[in-house]
């Protein structure tokens, strides 16, 4: 039984429900599901005779990950690399460390994006992970973009800035909680777009070093979004 497809990916997922041939269980086991990336980056290696090496390192990786998922791609600027998907921007940071420093390897990491959900006009729902997928803008009846709410712990005296911010970021207010004299913990509604590049970094910059971000996943909701050709 082959493991791995053409390109290295593997058949066999953790979860998977391995039975036997001549005499199959009816159903699947319960309670196992596929775990759904919400952001993607492309990892290449800077040397292209690495990409054997890079390879290599992601499937023994996908072996002890389950969540971590990756495919093949080829970019006009970098070359050959992969497409990964990732639970989170913690998670992401964690899986471009390790093939580094465990494999001896020099990465470049593209720009992480997220999934969108498109609903095309004749019913059909597909999911994009990144923009050159997007189909023709007469076939889209609407697109749906990742929301998560957002728990930002603040000093009170960068609560305006950091609200500021967060109206720059397409965020939507919902409460705001003093924790002590001296804190606040303010909750937002954000495009999950609009936090995964710098809006940690700048959040710490604007609170000297005391500001905190946690977040959880709410959903997908309707924006209006175009694609940028440059």
Partial sequence: TRLLDEAGVPFIHVGDTVTDFKNPANDPLPGYKKVRPLVYCGLYPVNAKDFPFLREALEKLELSDSSFTYEPESSVSFGFGFRCGFLGLLHMEIVQERPER????????TTP?????????????????????LPPSQEIEDIEEPYIRAF????????????????????????????DPQRAM???????SEIIVDFYD?????????????YEFKGYSPSELVKLDI
């Avoid at 500021?164 to 003093?178: M, P, V």
């Avoid at 303010?186 to 999950?192: G, R, T």
């Avoid at 700048?202 to 946690?214: F, V």
């Fill in 102 to 109: 465990e494999y001896n390897l020099n990465l470049i990491a």
């Fill in 113 to 133: 994006s997220v999934v969108y959900k498109v609903k095309k006009r004749t019913g059909e729902e597909v999911e994009i992970e990144n923009p050159s997928k």
């Fill in 152 to 179: 930002i712990i603040t000093p009170a005296d960068s609560l305006g800035s950091v609200m500021q911010l967060s109206q720059e970021r397409r965020g939507i207010y919902k409460s705001t909680e003093y924790l």
């Fill in 186 to 192: 303010l909750v937002y509604e954000f495009p999950l």
């Fill in 202 to 214: 700048k959040i710490k910059s604007m609170t000297k070093g005391y500001g905190s971000l946690d």
